[in-house]
């Protein structure tokens, strides 16, 4: 049988403490390098936080599997058995840029169920935090069920991106939304727009591209909080590939598939 809550505990733990690190780290220089394009950014401490998180979760439980996007982790190609979906750093650019706006973002899932979602802002050590069937909180403030909300009253994250003419979606379905809603904001952090989301800082985010680890633990506050989650287009999302992504108050959620995206 597996012990969630003591599992629970431990990621908890060593949440915390590689968000010490990322903190003490602001006072040394960043090394930084490009991914697959100059603006697909990783840092020296993308990699190390990764690690350190990866270090811990194997020395404790080497029968788990760990899906990291630094790829230190394992060749993960099914949900079966406990596996951690970690992103170190969500928000790369933001933590070169800005030393705010991101997150470290941990998801554990038990033959493909989210059982655990750790979202931690480190800068307002902010832990976003989820458990299966218990609820959600922010630190030890539980976060209420989300109430119904309309889309003129809504505030919906979005990136200006998907405005613009793009291989990913129609532009045109995005721009009538935008203008209905009371207003946007784009975050560049999608495990912290998750967050937001659970939180009723926003009512909706939706975006083209996201990686598993991009939302992994957001999922499991989501749904802890009653609101909904699909793919731009309704579908179910799938934890082992790249998707679109649409999370947001459930009323909200079905208004914009059923009268905006899927018209
Ligand atoms: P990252 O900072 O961990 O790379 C920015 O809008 C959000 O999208 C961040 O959560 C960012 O995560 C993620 N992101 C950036 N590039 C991406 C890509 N090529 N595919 C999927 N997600 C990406
Ligand atoms: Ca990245
Ligand atoms: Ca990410
Ligand atoms: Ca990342």
Same mark, same amino acid.
């Given at each position: 049988?597996?012990?969630?809550?003591?599992?629970?505990?431990?990621?908890?733990?060593?949440?915390?403490?590689?968000?010490?690190?990322?903190?003490?780290?602001?006072?040394?220089?960043?090394?930084?390098?490009?991914?697959?394009?100059?603006?697909?950014?990783?840092?020296?401490? /993308?990699?190390?936080?990764?690690?350190? !998180? #990866?270090?811990?979760?194997?020395?404790?439980?080497?029968? *788990?599997?760990?899906? %990291? @996007?630094?790829?230190?982790?394992?060749?993960?190609?099914?949900?079966?058995?406990?596996?951690?979906?970690?992103?170190?750093?969500?928000?790369?650019?933001?933590?070169?840029?800005?030393?705010?706006?991101?997150?470290?973002?941990?998801?554990?899932?038990? /033959?493909?169920?989210?059982?655990?979602? !750790? #979202?931690?802002?480190?800068?307002?050590?902010?832990?976003? *935090?989820?458990?299966? %069937? @218990?609820?959600?909180?922010?630190?030890?403030?539980?976060?209420?069920?989300?109430?119904?909300?309309?889309?003129?009253?809504?505030?919906?994250?979005?990136?200006?991106?998907?405005?613009?003419?793009?291989?990913?979606?129609?532009?045109?379905?995005?721009?009538?939304?935008?203008?209905?809603?009371?207003?946007?904001?784009?975050?560049?952090?999608?495990?912290?727009?998750?967050?937001?989301?659970?939180?009723?800082?926003?009512?909706?985010?939706?975006?083209?591209?996201?990686?598993?680890?991009?939302?992994?633990?957001?999922?499991?506050?989501?749904?802890?909080?009653?609101?909904?989650?699909?793919?731009?287009?309704?579908?179910?999302?799938?934890?082992?590939?790249?998707?679109?992504?649409?999370?947001?108050?459930?009323?909200?959620?079905?208004?914009?598939?059923?009268?905006?995206?899927?018209?």
């Amino acid at each position: 049988m597996t012990n969630w809550k003591d599992i629970d505990q431990k990621a908890k733990q060593w949440v915390k403490e590689a968000g010490e690190k990322i903190r003490s780290s602001f006072e040394s220089t960043l090394s930084i390098q490009y991914k697959s394009n100059p603006n697909d950014l990783v840092t020296n401490m /993308d990699k190390e936080i990764e690690q350190f !998180l #990866i270090g811990k979760i194997q020395e404790t439980y080497p029968e *788990h599997r760990i899906l %990291g @996007e630094e790829g230190y982790g394992d060749e993960v190609t099914s949900l079966d058995g406990v596996l951690w979906i970690i992103d170190p750093i969500d928000g790369t650019m933001n933590f070169v840029h800005q030393q705010r706006n991101f997150a470290i973002s941990v998801g554990i899932y038990g /033959d493909g169920i989210g059982y655990i979602g !750790l #979202i931690y802002d480190v800068v307002h050590n902010e832990l976003y *935090h989820a458990f299966k %069937g @218990e609820g959600a909180f922010m630190n030890d403030l539980p976060l209420p069920k989300l109430d119904k909300v309309k889309i003129e009253e809504a505030i919906v994250s979005v990136n200006a991106t998907w405005l613009l003419e793009n291989p990913r979606i129609d532009h045109n379905l995005m721009i009538p939304i935008v203008k209905k809603v009371r207003g946007t904001r784009s975050y560049g952090s999608a495990a912290l727009e998750c967050a937001y989301v659970a939180s009723g800082r926003l009512d909706a985010y939706m975006t083209m591209r996201l990686a598993p680890w991009d939302f992994a633990a957001g999922l499991v506050l989501i749904e802890e909080v009653g609101g909904s989650m699909s793919t731009i287009t309704g579908e179910k999302l799938d934890l082992l590939t790249k998707n679109s992504f649409f999370v947001g108050e459930k009323n909200l959620h079905n208004y914009i598939l059923s009268e905006y995206l899927n018209k």
